[in-house]
């Protein structure tokens, strides 16, 4: 609860900066899109350089996301969050900045800028801005959550039409036999496009990082007590002691790094998001690259990015609104049953459709093992239908493949 009108909008700014910063970090989206130009450009100067190499790309900047997640939270403790955020913004967007000399060079010193660098920046501040907006809304978490996470996914479509626009305004069309861009003048243009990407980047995360505002917290032996919370509890009459005084305000105790490292659902929990991740690494970095082997038409393949940019960020807020009322479980189950239903599909498109639905099923079958209060009691008697689901649908997946093999053969 607001203790104020001024603390409200206090945590409307904040929410709008961390959206803003996230909606920044959501360049990485853009790896489909600009995976295509920086191969044709890489390849015009005679550097072996495929595809598949794109995967690799969009591994590392994932693999340094995740280094550098739980390293932002460390410096969080020792120093303040605007220092921390900072830091961030300046390496992410500074790398794209610096990929306009690394293109130059070869693959992997793009690596380094265009990979290492921008994980690890958006990386420090990606789960702090998540934290902290969250804080301001405690009663309304899972929508704030997600409108922040929603931000990140809307990344494509903000960056996509800027770097389409600039390096191809005439829409040329990809070669009919190699399916990269060999136009000169085309080429010529990818290298700046980096330095207007980062301009961009780094006007928005200025503007975001202005708005930011901690909400003031005090510590009271490992326990965090919001400053309204804390007001409130001052109002307590004196005649209650100090235990009682202290549940009234207090919530649960925060794990500290190594108590959720002894915890099952810490390694149930980084399963599942490994899973889902395994899809998402091969669609976020080959989309372009497949649809460019049925259709030449660079402006459509980027409407067709945005689109699915949008898809993915309003079904964020979606599914972030349903968590403050439903269990995942709940949600996850029904996503989970219409994965399992297989299309009609033939070939790698059916392989590729059936092994990503697979891996997210699988992510929901960990999750199956976590508690969720949310979760009635009644329904956790259908625990052993969802199980029996799993195990139809993993049978159904052999024979999928099978019969995907034969039809490839």
């Known amino acids: 609860m607001f203790r104020s009108q001024n603390e409200f909008v206090s945590g409307l700014l904040n929410l709008a900066g961390c959206m803003i910063i996230q909606l920044a970090y959501g360049y990485y989206y853009t790896i489909g899109n600009m995976g295509t130009y920086i191969t044709a450009y890489l390849s015009h100067n005679n550097k072996t350089v495929t595809q598949n190499d ?25 120093f303040p969050l605007r220092a921390v955020i900072a830091v961030s913004c ?74 389409t626009a600039y390096i191809n305004p005439w829409n040329m069309q990809a070669d009919n036999v190699t399916r990269t861009f060999k136009d000169p003048m085309l080429l010529h243009r990818i290298p700046s496009a980096f330095l207007i990407s980062a301009a961009v980047l780094a006007g928005m995360e200025v503007i975001g990082f202005l708005l930011l505002c901690e909400k003031h917290v005090y510590e009271i032996t490992g326990f965090s007590v919001s400053e309204s919370t804390w007001s409130e509890a001052n109002e307590v009459p004196s005649k209650m002691n100090n235990e009682c005084a202290e549940n009234a305000v207090m919530s649960n105790k925060e794990m500290t790094p190594l108590e959720a490292l002894q915890t099952a659902d810490f390694y149930i929990l980084w399963a599942s998001v490994c899973c889902v991740l395994v899809p998402q690494t091969m669609l976020s970095s080959l989309s372009k690259f497949f ?16 689109a699915s940019s949008v898809c993915n960020a309003v079904g964020r807020v979606i599914w972030g609104l349903l968590g403050d ?20 599909l033939h070939g790698q498109t059916f392989t590729q459709f059936i092994i990503g639905g697979m891996f997210c099923c699988a992510a929901f079958v960990l999750c199956l093992w976590l508690k969720d209060p949310k979760y009635p009691n009644r329904l956790k008697k259908l625990d052993v239908f969802f199980w029996f689901r799993e195990y139809i649908s993993i049978r159904c997946f052999h024979w999928s493949l099978g019969r995907c093999f034969r039809q490839c053969s």
């Open 325 to 344: 009322y439903l269990s995942f479980k709940i949600v996850g189950g029904i996503l989970a049953a219409v994965l399992t239903r297989v299309p009609q």
């Open 90 to 163: 300046i390496l992410h967007s500074g790398s794209v900045a610096l990929t306009y000399f690394s293109i130059n060079c070869n693959f992997t010193a793009v690596v380094v800028t265009y990979g290492v660098m921008q994980g690890f920046g958006f990386g420090l501040g990606y789960a702090l801005l998540i934290s902290i907006a969250a804080s301001w809304f405690p009663n309304r978490r899972s929508l704030v959550v997600g409108l922040v996470v929603g931000a990140f996914a809307a990344g494509s479509f903000v960056f996509t039409p800027i770097q």
């Open 54 to 78: 794109m995967v690799v790309l969009t591994s590392v900047i994932i693999s340094f996301e995740a280094l550098a997640m739980p390293l932002g939270g460390l410096l969080h403790r020792r």
């Open 291 to 306: 649809g460019l082997e049925y259709i030449r038409d660079d402006s459509f393949l980027a409407g067709i990015t945005m």
